[in-house]
């Protein structure tokens, strides 16, 4: 009877627990599934999945992120927080010297890491184009040119959008432009920064840089 007695207690204070649990505010993190189109989650918790939880607006997690969730007492879900997860920044410069042709976009082929994530450094296939996981990104460019560059344009390429960068209409030799681009990718991807001018141009080593940072709320 003793035995049955603790059993019984042992059985209240449980349901006693996971009363008060239930009806008290808790955090805790999650992996996203989807991204829906309202601007919703789908995410996966320890205690199951939840699906269309809304975000704080300035959030863009993506799918296989680690978020922050808070629970209501009344069991609503809210992103509250995206966790630092893969490559963060890298810093890439082309170290060799290349030939730009006159009045053809081109993109820079970058082949050496100054700082940041190796992870970012394109591959031997691809030499200009930077690969990139989905999410928000700051994109800042340095472009020294060399005469005689005229009508001189940066441009930054995504695989869905063209951002215009920089403009020098000509170079007396050594001069040059900067720049800062947003950009966001719903789905992994990549970036390439391009360069144009009037007149070919052998441009120099170390005349262009990237830094590309992804941006965290």
């Not at 003793?2 to 204070?13: G, V």
């Not at 996966?44 to 992120?65: D, I, K, N």
């Not at 215009?164 to 992994?188: K, N, W």
Request: glycine fraction near 8%; charged fraction near 15%.
């Amino acid at each position: 009877m003793t035995r049955m007695r603790e059993s019984l207690a042992d059985l209240i204070q449980r349901i006693a627990e996971r009363v008060v649990d239930q009806r008290a505010y808790s955090w805790g993190l999650a992996t996203v599934t989807a991204v829906n189109a309202d601007g919703t989650v789908d995410i996966s918790t320890p205690t199951g999945p939840a699906v269309s939880v809304r975000r704080l607006r300035h959030l863009r997690p993506a799918v296989g992120e680690t978020v922050r969730v808070d629970r209501s007492p009344t069991g609503n879900w809210l992103v509250t927080g995206v966790t630092a997860s893969g490559p963060e920044f890298a810093f890439l410069s082309r170290a060799g010297t290349w030939n730009l042709t006159a009045n053809v976009y081109t993109g820079i082929a970058w082949d050496t890491v100054v700082d940041g994530s190796t992870a970012l450094l394109p591959a031997a296939g691809t030499p200009a184009r930077i690969p990139l996981p989905a999410g928000s990104w700051r994109v800042s460019f340095r472009q020294t040119w060399p005469s005689p560059a005229s009508q001189a344009r940066v441009k930054i390429v995504t695989p869905t959008t063209e951002y215009q960068g920089e403009y020098m209409a000509s170079s007396a030799g050594g001069q040059g432009v900067s720049g800062t681009v947003p950009v966001f990718l719903s789905s992994t991807g990549w970036i390439e920064v391009h360069l144009y001018s009037t007149a070919a141009v052998s441009m120099p080593a170390d005349y262009s840089a990237v830094l590309v940072e992804r941006v965290r709320s």
